[in-house]
Each structure stands twice: as structure tokens, then as C-alpha cells.
């Protein structure tokens, strides 16, 4: 666990631990740790963490981690609407030598809506391990 506390961090339901960015360098980081079979998500827009959940995550994980992305997003906390977030494998991401730091590719993307009643319904705090 050591390794994970520079970043954001919480437990799913069913005890996945679920890690995001807080700053384009750690989302450097969350990509390059992220085994090629686990999910990570990001918003459609710019200016999200990039979440990994560590392990096999199921349908329930994909939309904890999903609230969690949309919480912390710049989308969120501008426009105080449904946040679109997509979500993909880890060996779907790519880099290029022309992208800025934290940000990357992604190949196979599907999408999660997180509605505004469920971001709304979170304390200010935010998320607690």
C-alpha cells in the first residue's frame, strides 16, 4: 500500500482498491503502472484523473471507479452536470512523443454516464478509504 499513497485513493464495494491522479505527472504514473488487463477510466473531457482499478474489476467496481473519476473531474466542477466517463483496458493507451505530460491515446473505449443526482449526493470531503 505504501507505494499507492501519493495518490488519490479508495476501496470499492467489493474491496478493489481503486488509485487516480491528482496532477498530470501522477497520471503519467497511474498509466504506467496499470497492468494491460485492468480498467482504467478517464472523463470524455479534459481535465479528469486517470483511475486505475487494480485487479479484475465487475460491473458494480466500473461504476464506483466511474463516480470517483467524475468527482474529481474539471467537468464536475465546472458544469454541475452528468459527467460522461469512458473506460478502457491499460493496453489500450498509447503515447506519442508530441503529447503533453498526462496525456495519452486510448484505443477501444466504451462509456459510463455518472448522473449529477448521484455527484450531488457525495459529501464535500469526497471519498474516505
Known amino acids: 500500500m505504501e507505494k499507492y499513497e501519493k495518490f488519490r485513493r479508495f ?5 478493489k482498491l481503486v488509485l487516480a491522479g491528482k496532477n498530470a505527472e501522477q497520471n503519467e504514473e497511474i498509466i504506467k503502472q496499470a497492468e494491460g ?5 478517464h472523463t470524455k473531457k479534459a481535465g479528469s484523473p486517470f483511475v486505475n482499478i487494480k485487479g479484475k474489476a465487475n460491473k458494480k467496481d466500473m461504476e464506483e471507479a466511474a463516480i470517483f ?3 474529481y ?3 464536475w466542477k465546472k458544469n454541475k452536470e452528468n459527467v460522461e466517463v469512458h473506460y478502457f483496458k491499460g493496453k489500450d493507451t498509447y503515447k506519442e512523443k508530441n503529447m503533453k505530460t498526462g496525456t495519452f491515446g486510448v484505443k477501444k473505449i ?3 454516464i455518472v448522473k449529477k443526482r448521484v ?3 457525495i459529501p464535500a470531503g469526497g471519498f474516505s478509504l
Open 69 to 71: 473519476c467524475a468527482f
Open 37 to 41: 488487463s485492468e480498467i482504467v477510466l
Open 119 to 121: 455527484l450531488e449526493a
Open 11 to 15: 476501496y470499492t464495494s467489493s474491496n
Open 73 to 75: 473531474s474539471r467537468d
Open 110 to 112: 466504451k462509456k459510463i
